[in-house]
């Protein structure tokens, strides 16, 4: 399974990057023909072509899967029928959260009508912003309508933060409405996930009732129901610092933690030889019936599918190798939703659990402690270091910060987390055998959140518990765990050769390093748009010089000091009137995330960087604008642009320039919705 789900997986990303992917004809032709010579009999050199010509064609098929499941690829998608018009939208509410003042609904269309057409059957999803004063209580599976024009996500503020437009794409989200009136609730709901998301508000009223302590009650409600949005600011955070985020986030954590518990007590109910499946099969439902109580959260369906098939697998044959139980789990995963191998909680999902079944073993052998209650201690050190290890470039490339204290978290809060889970659904079950005895034994539960939230707390406030301003490259995800594993298998087996291997990987890592900074000194650093008068003029700083550019492309070195003081800094957006990629200088520098980039927001826009995505050159003409076209874009994408008749035009890779990875605006306060730096970590991070 693993040699298929590599190169799928190498498939998908190699579409993402480069806008292709393998025209179905000649993909099936080319099956047929790898088909038909399966039955030859091959000279063995051939046969190993023949495992080449397989391996690439799975990549090709990654890159037509990717392309067939675009969110906006159906015919009956409403971007393709009612995009850009005021219209009655009908759908049915499939996630619900809120902050203070919005309630933010992910709703899948089923159908619209405008003033110039009757009411269309359609599909999609869009997200729906609604007053908290105006919204009521929205449950999923309800099917609401009202009146609304949708408008393009826009990306954030932050070119180096989390990137909330790219979040909802993967999630099939592009468009959003805000409403100023009431929804109009056209179906209460009578699916299951409905009846599960009424329970589910049953048993957070229970909890509010038996818990008095906002902080447990908060915890509690977290872990056990993946009710997360009445946490508060310092309590998130105090888990950021301390390593345990993951704890708040329905996930692989969780889910493993019911599993365990499950074949642990149905094993000791049913102990024979033969008892596999009378102990599989009720703890896959129980996992399942979990799942559906907290929420059915992506990172909870995801750690549903992997364990089910670690589960069934074992059932099935004792002597299965986990690592192929995972890969069939992620294979089925992409393809059910092959846009999942970008999220970032899946992400760290699988690279945990790859780096917990492949290092752990070998960093337990590593070392056999004499005494039993260090052997305890070591094994929950070895599984912390083999998921840290597996995850922690990941996790400084996506989140800019480190956990310095992780081992403390791993040795104490996430056991204590187990307890904490257990003792709160047996309070829960009492609460409906025997209200009156669990209001007594209440504080059992709340005794042990009150402590793990203390523990976190004073992990999180020893100095130095956070490290911050790291911007590893994406390739240093891969290559760390790589060159960890094969170090370590070289230290228990005695290995030399593996050893010079693992030397060998990170010397790969710092020659890509060496490589990027030698290409951003030979171009471009710093680029600056200023308006002087009524012109426009791009300042592009260049290893050579600096170099003032007028809206005719024309280029003249400039003095340093004729910049009248302006430092370097970003281009970043200036307008939501452009959607996207409207650029201006800004006046003050903030450094994130080891980055520079302007924070201040002018109403006037100069520049437009051009997308390979939407908006395209019709929506984008604008007089007096200069249009620059990235480097980075496709050439079908740039001759659509020089073709479209735009006046002013600067294409940065014909003339050498070089432009960071860009974003556009709006500031939180502007777009309400977009979470914060908490928030990320409450929407993506999983295990």
């Known amino acids: 399974m693993v040699r298929l789900v590599l190169p799928f997986s190498a498939g998908l990303l190699l579409a993402d990057q480069s806008d292709w992917s393998c025209p179905l004809p000649l993909l099936l032709a080319s099956l047929l023909l790898l088909t038909a010579l399966s039955v030859l009999d091959l000279a063995p050199l051939m046969r190993q072509i023949y495992g080449i ?6 990549i090709l098929a990654g890159t037509s899967w990717l392309a067939l499941h675009h969110p906006a690829g159906d015919r009956d998608h409403w971007q393709h029928q009612v995009r850009d018009q005021t219209a009655r939208w009908t759908g049915s509410i499939r996630e619900v959260r809120h902050n203070e003042r919005w309630q933010r609904l992910v709703l899948e269309v089923q159908g619209a ?52 437009k790219r979040y909802l794409f993967l999630r099939g989200v592009e468009y959003q409405v805000f409403l100023r009136d009431s929804l109009e609730v056209v179906d209460t709901g009578s699916t299951w996930l409905a009846r599960f998301s009424a329970f589910r508000a049953h048993l957070e009223a229970k909890l509010t009732e038996l818990i008095p302590d906002d ?35 329905v996930s692989g954590l969780h889910v493993g933690l019911v599993a365990g518990g499950c074949l642990f007590l149905l094993g ?22 979990y799942i559906l109580l907290t929420g059915a959260a992506d990172s909870a369906l995801r750690a549903g599918v992997l364990f089910t098939f670690l589960i069934l697998g074992r059932a099935l044959s004792r002597y299965a190798e986990a690592i192929n139980l995972l890969a069939a789990a ?8 092959p846009w999942m191998i970008f999220h970032v909680g899946f992400q760290l ?35 912390t270091l083999a998921a840290q290890i597996a995850t922690v470039f990941l996790s400084l490339y996506y989140f800019h910060q480190f956990p310095v204290y992780f081992l403390l978290a791993g040795w104490f809060v996430v056991p204590l987390s187990g307890v904490v889970l257990a003792s709160g659904w047996a309070i829960l079950l009492l609460e409906h055998l025997l209200p009156g005895l669990a209001m007594s034994l209440a504080w059992i539960p709340a005794g042990l959140a009150t402590v793990m939230n203390a523990l976190v707390f004073a992990i999180a406030s020893l100095p130095g518990a956070l490290s911050t301003d790291w911007s590893p490259a994406a390739w240093w995800a891969i290559l760390v765990p790589v060159a960890a594993g094969m170090m370590i298998y070289a230290l228990v087996y005695r290995k030399a050769g593996v050893v010079l291997m693992s030397l060998a990987t990170l010397v790969l890592g710092l020659g890509l390093d060496v490589q990027a900074l030698m290409k951003r000194q030979d171009q471009v650093q710093w680029g600056v748009v200023r308006r002087q008068g009524q012109g426009l003029e791009v300042v592009l700083r260049e290893q050579g010089g600096t170099v003032l550019l007028d809206l005719s492309g024309e280029r003249q070195v400039v003095e340093q000091q004729s910049l009248n003081g302006y430092g370097p800094t970003w281009l970043i957006p200036a307008s939501l009137d452009f959607t996207f ?31 390979s995505r939407y908006p395209g050159p019709r929506e984008c003409i604008d007089e007096g604008s200069l249009v620059l076209l990235p480097w980075q874009m496709k050439p079908w994408h740039r001759k659509a642009w020089v073709q479209a008749g735009v006046d002013s035009i600067l294409d ?7 432009i960071e990875d860009l974003t556009s605006v709006p500031d939180n306060e502007a777009m309400p919705g977009v979470p914060d730096q908490s928030e990320k970590f409450r929407e993506s991070l999983s295990f």
């Open 652 to 658: 940065l890779r014909q003339h050498g320039y070089w």
């Open 215 to 249: 902080q447990a009650r908060q915890l509690l409600q977290a872990i056990l129901l993946g009710a997360r949005d009445d946490l508060g600011d310092d309590l998130n955070q105090a888990y950021q610092a301390s390593g345990a985020v993951h704890i708040l986030a």
């Open 330 to 337: 992620v294979l089925l995963l992409l393809l059910w939703d």
């Open 268 to 289: 000791w109910l049913m102990p024979g030889r033969r008892r596999h499946w009378m102990v599989a099969l009720p703890t896959v439902c129980m996992v399942w019936v």
């Open 581 to 611: 990629g409207s650029f201006h200088k800004s006046g003050s520098v903030i450094s994130r995330g080891g980055r520079q980039f302007a924070w201040d927001q002018p109403t006037s826009a100069d520049v437009f960087l051009a997308s």
């Open 349 to 383: 999902s699988v690279m945990a659990v790859a780096g917990i079944l492949l290092l752990q073993p070998l960093i337990v052998r590593s070392w056999v402690p004499p005494d039993r209650v260090i052997r305890f201690f070591w094994n929950l050190t070895a599984v």
């Open 113 to 164: 009508q405008t003033a110039q057409t009757r009411h269309q059957d359609l599909s999609g999803r869009l997200l729906v912003y609604v007053p908290v004063e105006l919204s009521g209580e929205r449950k999923p599976g309800e099917v609401v309508a009202f009146t609304g024009r949708p408008e393009p996500v826009p990306p954030t503020s932050d070119p180096y933060g989390f990137d909330w």
């Open 53 to 58: 010509c397989w391996f690439l064609w799975v």
